[in-house]
């Protein structure tokens, strides 16, 4: 049973970069053919798909968030972490990880960050 857990810190300073980190266990990052997203809800809207780095190594962004973003991986600790520099409040949201393939077959239960001074 492949299980992922996201884990940093809950809030963060208004232009500082968010840092978040998926462990996963029960399965590989590097295994043909799965793509490692990340996934955030703001509070009151629907959720907005971020970016992903794939089982080669290889990573694609939201347009949107392009600028502001960088997934890496560390395959010794089968992790992968997401940084979102100049946060502002309106990137307050629960953040998720998820593995997809088909679908996103499997999801991490969530953490919330708040932008807030």
């Known amino acids: 049973q492949v299980q992922l857990q996201e884990s940093g810190p809950g809030q963060v300073k208004p232009s500082q970069t968010l840092s978040l980190t998926c462990t996963v266990s029960?399965?590989?990052?590097?295994?043909?053919?799965?793509?490692w997203s990340w996934i955030r809800q703001p509070p009151g809207k629907g959720l907005e798909w971020i970016g992903y780095?794939?089982?080669?190594?290889?990573?694609l962004y939201s347009p949107s968030l392009k600028s502001r973003t960088s997934i890496s991986r560390d395959t010794s600790k089968n992790q992968f972490t997401l940084q979102l520099s100049s946060v502002t409040p309106e990137d307050t949201a629960v953040y998720y990880c998820a593995r997809y393939y088909t679908d996103f077959d499997y999801w991490g239960q969530g953490t919330q960050v708040t932008v807030s001074s």
């Open positions: 029960g399965g590989s990052i590097t295994t043909n053919y799965y793509y």
């Open positions: 780095i794939a089982y080669s190594g290889s990573t």
